[in-house]
C-alpha cells in the first residue's frame, strides 16, 4: 500500500483553511493508504512559542484532527518531537541541501519579513525538516495545500541530491496531492492573503473552535465588493473577496464554484453571507464539539499519540539506522 504522510503545526488554534486545504483531503486517504500524520512541533518552534501554549496547543491540534475525522486505529497519529528520527534525519539533509536553493523559499521570505538577519536559524531549514519527516517513513505521496508546493519539490532535489552523491537509489521521489477547490482560501479581511492561524487578526479567519454566533459575526464583517454575485466564473475575475467566499462555500457543499454561482448568481453578499453562514455553522459546529470532548480527556489523547508515536518510530527507525550506514557513520555499539 502506497504510504501518505503530512504535518500541520501546532502554532494556534486549526482554521478553516487548515481544514478545507489539509486536514479535510487526509481523512479518505485513511482508508486507500497507509497514512501518516504528524503534529509537527520542532516546525513550530521555528518561531517562538510559549512552552505553556505549545503544550496546550499540540494537544487542541491534535484533537482537532480526530474530530476532523482521522481515526488513531486507521492512520498513524502522532507528534513529531516523540520521534527523533526526524530531527536526525533533519540534520544529514541540512548537509545535502545548498544554500541556494534555501534562498529560494518563498515561506521563508515571507516569514522571515523584512529583517531577516533576525530570524531564526530553523526556520532557515525548515524545508529541511520538512523533508526529513517524509523521507524518514519513505513515504510517497504528501497531501498539502498549494503553499506547500515549493518546499515538496526541494524534498525531492534533496532526495536526489543524496542518492546521487551516495550512488544510491534509496530515497523515493514524491508527489504532492493537491486536491479541492480551496486548496487555497484567502483571509476574511483581504482576499489576496492566505488566511492563517498566526494572523494578528482574528477576523481574518474562521477558526475550527469558533462557535456559531462567531463564524456569523466574521462572515457578516468579511470583506467584499458592492456588485452582486456574477452568474459565471469569469465574473469573479478581479474579485478576490468574492471569489474567496464563492470557493468556501463550494469546498463546504462539496460542489463546484460555477454551481454556486448558478444557484446563487445575481445574490447580493447580505442573502448569500447567510447561506454561507448556515453551512459553515451545521459543519464546524460538531467538529468543535468533538474537539472539547477529546480535549477533556486528556490523558486518553495523550495516550493514543503516544500509541501513535511508538507505530511511527517503527517505520522511521530503520530506514533511518540505514541512512547513518549510507553516510559512513561509525556503526553505533
Ligand atoms: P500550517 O498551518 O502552515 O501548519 O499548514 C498546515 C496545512 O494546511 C498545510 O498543508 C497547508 O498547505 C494547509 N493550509 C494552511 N493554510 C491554508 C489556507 N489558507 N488554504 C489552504 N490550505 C492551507
Known amino acids: 500500500m502506497t504510504r501518505v504522510f503530512s504535518g500541520i503545526q501546532p502554532s494556534g488554534v486549526p482554521t478553516l483553511g487548515n481544514y478545507l486545504g489539509a486536514i479535510r483531503n487526509w481523512v479518505p486517504l485513511q482508508e486507500t493508504h497507509e497514512?501518516?500524520?504528524?503534529?509537527?512541533?520542532?516546525?513550530?518552534?521555528?518561531v517562538w512559542q510559549d512552552p505553556k501554549e505549545l503544550t496546550r496547543q499540540t494537544r487542541e491540534m491534535a484533537a482537532a484532527l480526530i474530530a476532523c475525522g482521522l481515526d488513531p486505529r486507521r492512520c498513524i497519529l502522532f507528534v513529531q518531537s516523540h520521534v527523533r528520527a526526524h530531527a536526525e534525519l533533519a540534520w544529514i539533509f541540512n548537509c545535502v541541501a545548498r544554500i541556494g536553493w534555501l534562498n529560494r523559499m518563498t515561506?521563508?521570505?515571507?516569514?522571515?519579513?523584512?529583517?531577516?538577519?533576525?530570524?531564526?536559524?530553523?526556520?532557515?531549514?525548515?524545508?529541511?525538516?520538512?523533508?526529513?519527516?517524509?523521507?524518514?517513513?519513505?513515504?510517497?505521496?504528501?497531501?498539502?495545500?498549494?503553499?506547500?508546493?515549493?518546499?515538496?519539490?526541494?524534498?525531492?532535489?534533496?532526495?536526489?541530491?543524496?542518492?546521487?552523491?551516495?550512488?544510491?537509489?534509496?530515497?523515493?521521489?514524491?508527489?504532492?496531492?493537491?486536491?479541492?477547490?480551496?486548496?487555497?482560501?484567502m483571509s476574511l479581511r483581504d482576499g489576496t492573503k492566505k488566511m492563517s492561524k498566526s494572523d494578528p487578526s482574528d477576523q481574518s479567519r474562521i477558526n475550527l473552535t469558533d462557535d456559531a454566533d462567531t463564524i456569523a459575526?466574521?462572515?457578516?464583517?468579511?470583506?467584499?465588493?458592492?456588485?452582486?454575485?456574477?452568474?459565471?466564473?469569469?465574473?469573479?475575475?478581479?474579485?478576490?473577496?468574492?471569489?474567496?467566499?464563492?470557493?468556501?462555500l463550494a469546498a463546504i457543499n462539496g460542489t463546484l464554484p460555477e454551481n454556486v454561482l448558478r444557484e446563487h448568481g445575481g445574490q447580493g453578499f447580505g442573502q448569500f453571507k447567510n447561506t454561507l453562514t448556515e453551512a459553515l455553522v451545521a459543519h464546524l459546529t460538531p467538529i468543535a464539539a468533538e474537539m472539547k470532548r477529546l480535549l477533556d480527556d486528556p490523558y486518553a489523547l495523550d495516550a493514543a499519540l503516544h500509541l501513535g508515536a511508538e507505530r511511527a518510530r517503527a517505520i522511521a527507525e530503520p530506514i533511518v539506522a540505514k541512512a547513518r550506514e549510507i553516510v559512513g557513520f561509525l556503526p553505533a555499539r
Open 217 to 248: 459575526l466574521k462572515i457578516r464583517r468579511a470583506k467584499t465588493d458592492p456588485e452582486p454575485l456574477p452568474d459565471h466564473l469569469a465574473g469573479l475575475e478581479g474579485r478576490p473577496e468574492a471569489r474567496n467566499l464563492v470557493g468556501i
Open 107 to 185: 515561506q521563508f521570505k515571507d516569514k522571515a519579513g523584512k529583517d531577516r538577519e533576525a530570524a531564526s536559524a530553523g526556520l532557515y531549514v525548515y524545508p529541511n525538516l520538512m523533508a526529513a519527516d517524509i523521507h524518514a517513513y519513505h513515504a510517497t505521496k504528501v497531501p498539502v495545500g498549494e503553499d506547500q508546493k515549493q518546499h515538496l519539490e526541494l524534498a525531492n532535489d534533496i532526495a536526489q541530491k543524496f542518492n546521487h552523491d551516495y550512488g544510491v537509489a534509496f530515497f523515493p521521489t514524491i508527489e504532492p496531492l493537491i486536491q479541492g477547490v480551496a486548496a487555497r482560501v
Open 35 to 46: 497514512a501518516i500524520y504528524c503534529v509537527v512541533d520542532l516546525h513550530a518552534i521555528t
